[in-house]
């Protein structure tokens, strides 16, 4: 099966049956077509994002990075990568290694497409997902990060 058909956040792993996923935190936007394993309309965000909700970033790891033809390439510095996830727009970042040149950060601000997860090396990848889907993550029943869980998590401490 060819690699060029664009696709939102697919992850293909060749040693895996299907081929191809979703990534945490989407689903498929056709099911019944990913059922007879066509692809081809990709996944979209099982929750939508809401920037000042508590969205965060979830972390793949040993990932070929997504196409960049809507990505930035910050050389500046590491630390300043943090802070421009905070833009909105900002859809998945990953730390870049610039053989001679230092470090800096690639930035995604649109479809995430043709991503590749490897059994060996690759890269980390943090995707922008909704805080409801990080709190799937641990296990909880909400975001970990909204003021109700944190005050059922310190109530027993100051009881």
């Known amino acids: 099966m060819p690699f060029a058909v664009r696709m ?30 066509d692809w081809s309309a990709g996944c979209s965000r099982r929750t939508l994002l809401g920037c000042d909700k508590g ?47 230092g470090s800096g950060c690639i930035l995604w601000f649109g479809d995430l497409i043709d991503i590749r997860e490897f059994s060996d090396g690759g890269q980390d990848l943090y995707i922008r997902v909704a805080a409801s889907e990080l709190g799937r993550v641990l296990g909880l029943k909400e975001a970990p990060m909204t003021r109700s869980y944190w005050k059922s998590f310190l109530a027993p401490l100051f009881s």
Not at 11 to 36: A, H, M, T
Not at 58 to 68: N, S
Request: aromatic share 6%; glycine share 8%.
């Open 8 to 37: 939102l956040a697919v992850s293909r792993n060749i040693n895996r049956s299907p081929v191809c996923s979703c990534l945490q935190g989407f689903e498929p936007k056709s099911p019944r077509d990913w059922s007879f394993l």
């Open 55 to 101: 969205d965060g970033f979830l972390k793949h790891k040993g990932v070929k990075l997504p196409d960049t033809t809507q990505a930035a390439l910050d050389l500046r510095d590491v630390g300043n990568c943090a802070l421009k996830t905070k833009n909105c727009s900002c859809t998945a970042y990953a730390n870049s290694d610039v053989r001679g040149g």
